[in-house]
């Protein structure tokens, strides 16, 4: 890395990066957080919000995000994707996602290199801003139209919209978790397509 990450708040027109013990201690409108003795429980309106975080533990504790749907969702007919691909382009999505350093052995250009934790940040983008809005919707239809199959699983990756924000704050972390994953079952008897691995797709979501 060319420096240390000290930014715990940096903003796009289109995404917004939080540290996570920031966003704790300053919850944006639509979050509130309640303090456990066991760490932290964060309540969100899903009217308002879609969140796409998994509980998890971390020095602080552990931190339960109320209502959230995880970051692999899973949908099982026409009206649970279309519930779901509605909440998608209209309100904000919010992830964690981790900044990680990775070394390299110096004396063994052949092993596998080491990843260090640096900071989990909450990565949030706004499902209705019209570029954001666009790209999601060509996504989605490419997925359908493209899977022989019935079932499938799609992966959005941001990991291009995050190496944006890293050019702001002139840092090079390696990001892990920078996707979130749509899965829809079919009630299909024979969908070898989708057994075999061959309905699996992934698309990139861009600021710029």
Same mark, same amino acid.
């Given at each position: 890395m060319r420096e240390t990450m000290k930014a715990d708040q940096v903003s796009h027109s289109k995404m917004k990066v939080t540290e996570i013990g920031e966003f704790l201690r300053k919850p944006p409108a639509g !979050? &509130?957080?309640v303090a456990l003795s066991s760490g932290y429980r964060v309540y969100s309106d899903p009217e308002e919000t879609l969140v796409l975080i998994d509980d998890f533990h971390s020095c602080r504790g552990n931190i339960v995000f109320q209502k959230s749907l995880g970051r692999k969702v899973k949908v099982n007919n026409l009206w649970e994707y279309t519930s779901f691909r509605k909440s998608l382009l &209209? *309100? *904000?999505i919010y992830l964690l996602m981790?900044?990680?350093e990775e070394h390299f052995p110096v004396s063994? *250009?052949?092993a596998a290199?080491?990843?260090r934790l640096l900071k989990q940040y909450v990565v949030s983008i706004d499902g209705n801003d019209p570029f954001i #809005?666009?790209?999601m919707e060509k996504g989605l239809d490419w997925t359908i139209s493209s899977v022989a199959g019935e079932s499938y699983r799609v992966d959005i990756d941001l990991t291009e919209a995050l190496e944006s924000w890293t050019d702001l704050v002139k840092v090079e972390p390696v990001w892990r978790d920078a996707s979130f994953t749509l899965k829809y079952? &079919?009630?299909a008897l024979f969908d070898f397509p989708h057994w075999f691995g !061959? &309905? #699996?797709r992934t698309f990139k979501l861009r600021l710029t």
């Open positions: !979050f &509130s957080v &209209s *309100r *904000r981790s900044a990680c063994n *250009r052949k290199s080491e990843t #809005k666009w790209q079952y &079919s009630d !061959f &309905s #699996k």
